[in-house]
């Protein structure tokens, strides 16, 4: 599986654990930056992250912003994007299990490193449960579709 990663300057002291993480799982890494702690603004990042799963380039992404929320947002923008800001190993676990995430938003100020290192395995290695989860998912991308449509003038 290939993970692509991407922080902004709140989520840099964060990277390191995300990527020994990943690695330690035996995964190839996709690494987006922002390698150092200067500003930079998380849109930007969450775009780039974001596309590579949209393009095949990566399997899934991981975000790291000050909270994930800004992140968070952004990346589910995207049609075809789930993106679960998780700040707990619970959400973690029911992200993937039931929601197919396919993008992880992580907080990155105002947590231990350790809990975000937990968080991440536990994403990483939950499998989707599938059936009612899969028809309640397939949902989202029905309204993703109808949204669309309604965007474009069509409905
Ligand atoms: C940057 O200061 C901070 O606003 C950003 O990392 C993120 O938390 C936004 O949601």
């Not at 990346?75 to 993937?96: L, W």
């Not at 395995?121 to 991308?141: A, C, M, N, P, Y």
Request: charged letters at 30%; hydrophobic letters at 40%; glycine letters at 10%.
């Amino acid at each position: 599986m290939k993970i692509a990663l991407g922080n902004d300057h709140a989520g840099y002291e964060q990277r390191e654990v995300v990527l020994r993480v990943i690695e330690g799982l035996g995964y190839e890494v996709v690494d987006l930056g922002t390698f150092s702690p200067e500003p930079v603004d998380y849109p930007d990042i969450a775009e780039a992250v974001v596309r590579k799963v949209l393009n095949g380039e990566a399997d899934r992404g991981i975000l790291i912003c000050g909270t994930g929320i800004g992140m968070g947002m952004v990346a589910n923008k995207f049609p075809g994007i789930r993106c679960s800001v998780c700040t707990d190993e619970y959400a973690a676990r029911m992200a993937r299990a039931h929601n197919n995430a396919n993008v992880l938003a992580l907080r990155g100020r105002e947590i231990d490193k350790a809990v975000n290192e937990r968080i991440v395995r536990i994403w990483l290695s939950t499998h989707f449960e599938g059936g009612r989860h899969k028809r309640r998912v397939d949902k989202i991308t029905t309204l993703e579709e109808q949204i669309a449509r309604e965007i474009c003038g069509k409905d």
